[in-house]
């Protein structure tokens, strides 16, 4: 049987320490020949300075002398892509080493053009402190307009080259929520997506997570509604998921007051229920039980993520001691 190729497109700036232990999940990809682009996007020295792994001759670099943003960094890795796969790779998330040939193969078993895989949340030492199973292709297609309900941002998404360039490549006009944009493109032009109800991405809690910013994101949020469904009669609940979204990172990293106000911005949106979750974010220890109950995480699942990163976790140069 013949091996698929992929191209993966990985954005990154001014985090090599990050970035050092994300590759080293992409090279372990196992059964796939990879080409690897990283976008370095600005950063204040240059790449191989502090990222060794950049020298590997399966990674091309291209360096943006000024930060022109995410969306447009992935673009000219997609431009510059040699594959008609494309995955992404945000540079502070990792990859299980059967990530793409599992999308691969399901891909090709029920000819679609883009797969999505699950996803667990990790914190700076690579423990999971969240994450659920993948959604159901017909579901996620008809929530898309509510939420982002693709789990793992960019770094779970496959897409054939050509129903990316159908659908349109990602929007520079978003500051956060780029991903969502193209996600409900493509489910227009490509229709259903393939899921891989697999924990294959570990979406990494950091100080520098751009979710925290979630005044950028709501200004993203209000122009995905305006875009793509200005006459949603739903609009208020749609809000409140967005605010009880924007509180999980915050939470999770231990900005305890950022949830506190996301989850009470979600009551005025028409959730009562938030208000529990307010208080919990204030008054209880982050214990993982807590976490999961406000995460609805499903420990199971998670451990299938635990036994792969466990390599990452005994070799991250920057873990928690």
Same mark, same amino acid.
């Given at each position: 049987m013949s091996i698929d190729a992929a191209t993966v497109v990985v954005p990154t700036r001014n985090r090599p320490e990050l970035l050092s232990v994300g590759l080293r999940s992409i090279f372990a990809q196992r059964d796939v020949n990879l080409e690897i682009i990283v976008i370095d996007d600005g950063s /204040? !020295?240059? @790449?191989?300075h502090d990222c060794p792994e950049v020298r590997d001759p399966r990674v091309r670099v291209i360096r943006n002398e000024e930060s022109r943003g995410p969306a447009e960094a992935r673009n000219q890795g997609i431009a510059a892509a040699a594959n008609e796969w494309l995955a992404f790779c945000d540079d502070d998330d990792l990859w299980a080493p059967t990530k793409l040939a599992r999308q691969l193969r399901l891909l090709h078993e029920t000819n679609r053009r883009w797969c999505y895989s699950g996803t667990v949340i990790v914190d700076s030492a690579l423990r999971v402190v969240g994450g659920g199973r993948a959604p159901e292709p017909q579901w996620a297609h008809e929530a898309l307009l509510s939420a982002c309900v693709i789990p793992g941002s960019c770094s779970s998404v496959i897409v054939h080259a050509s129903a990316l360039h159908d659908a349109g490549l990602f929007d520079p006009t978003f500051n956060q929520l780029e991903d969502w944009d193209l996600w409900i493109r493509l489910s227009r032009t490509a229709g259903l997506?393939?899921?891989?109800?697999?924990?294959?991405v570990a979406y990494r809690l950091h100080g520098e997570n751009r979710t925290t910013a979630a005044h950028e994101a709501l200004k993203d949020f209000k122009l995905i509604k305006d875009r793509y469904d200005p006459d949603n009669d739903a609009a208020g609940r749609d809000l409140a998921?967005?605010? !009880? %979204?924007?509180? %999980?990172?915050?939470? @999770?990293?231990?900005? /305890? %007051? @950022? #949830? #506190? /106000?996301?989850y009470l911005r979600a009551v005025r949106a028409g959730d009562l229920t938030s208000l529990g979750r307010t208080a919990i974010a204030l008054t209880q220890p982050l214990s993982r039980a807590v976490v999961r109950r406000l995460t609805q995480a499903d420990p199971e699942y998670q451990k299938l993520a635990e036994a792969w990163l466990l390599a990452y976790r005994q070799k991250d140069p920057v873990r928690e001691s």
């Open positions: /204040r !020295r240059v @790449l191989s997506a393939a899921s891989d109800d697999y924990p294959a998921l967005f605010h !009880r %979204w924007s509180a %999980w990172a915050p939470l @999770l990293g231990g900005q /305890r %007051w @950022l #949830a #506190a /106000r996301a």
